[in-house]
């Protein structure tokens, strides 16, 4: 069966920097997906990685190895508006998406 | 970016009602389109994918005469519940896949309270 892992629920400190893991088993792989949900809104898209590699995008980064199907997301100098909950989703063989359950992540002051 | 339209963003119906859900491709076609459901502190559950001009897909569990998917162009798809419960209170999200890439766009979701 297709399996996306990532933590229920992290806890940061404001100012400091958080990785959220992601490990996946899916039909065939094309590309994996960080989108990041906001209580009570839709999930907006955060990035997209389809190589082995780090993504740096501002204060965000995502890394991918597909060898270890893994994925983690970074976040810098975290500010209270980070707050939320960090959705993994795997584009299968057929290309659709596999969804994790998301990661909450809580802010503290 | 992309822009994914839903309305309406809020209904409040009574138990046995119908609701349609309309989503719009606004600056993009989209050939698929996917509808999730999603409650209270849980992670988005897909409940149908419809391609344009074909009948939706829909998950194991989701019962295709309740929810009526219709995707009648690259631009517009709607989610109709039917005779509504109570139980059927979530907050329903469209997305859309551009039909040059392969990235998902949200629309804004809509939160159905069935009384």
């Known amino acids: 069966g297709q399996n996306i892992d990532q933590p229920t629920e992290m806890t940061a400190t404001e100012g400091a920097i958080v990785q959220i893991n992601c490990t996946y088993q899916t039909s065939g792989f094309n590309g994996l997906f960080w989108y990041q949900?906001?209580?009570?809104?839709?999930p907006t898209f955060l990035s997209y990685n389809v190589l082995d590699g780090l993504e740096e995008k501002g204060r965000f980064s995502s890394f991918l190895s597909r060898s270890k199907g893994y994925s983690y997301l970074l976040l810098k100098e975290l500010q209270m508006k980070d707050?939320?909950?960090?959705?993994?989703?795997?584009?299968?063989?057929?290309?659709?998406?596999?969804?994790g359950a998301g990661t909450k992540l809580i802010i503290k002051p | 970016g992309a822009v994914v339209s839903q309305?309406?963003?809020?209904?409040?119906?009574?138990?046995g009602t119908s609701v349609k859900i309309e989503c719009r491709s606004l600056d993009f076609q989209a050939t698929t389109m996917f509808w999730y459901r999603q409650f209270p502190k849980q992670s988005l559950m897909l409940m149908a994918t419809s391609n344009e001009g074909s009948k939706a897909t829909y998950e194991q569990g989701v019962e295709k005469d309740k929810f009526l998917i219709n995707h009648a162009s690259l631009t517009l798809s709607t989610l109709t519940v039917t005779s509504?419960?109570?139980?059927?209170?979530?907050?329903?999200?469209?997305?859309?896949?551009?039909?040059?890439?392969?990235?998902?766009?949200?629309?804004?979701?809509?939160?159905?309270?069935?009384?």
């Open chain 1, 37 to 42: 949900q906001h209580a009570g809104e839709a």
């Open chain 1, 83 to 99: 707050s939320a909950s960090y959705l993994c989703a795997v584009l299968d063989s057929n290309y659709q998406l596999i969804w």
């Open chain 2, 7 to 15: 309305h309406p963003s809020w209904v409040i119906c009574k138990s």
């Open chain 2, 84 to 115: 509504a419960h109570p139980e059927d209170s979530s907050f329903y999200i469209c997305s859309a896949r551009d039909r040059r890439d392969y990235e998902q766009y949200f629309g804004p979701g809509t939160r159905l309270t069935v009384t």
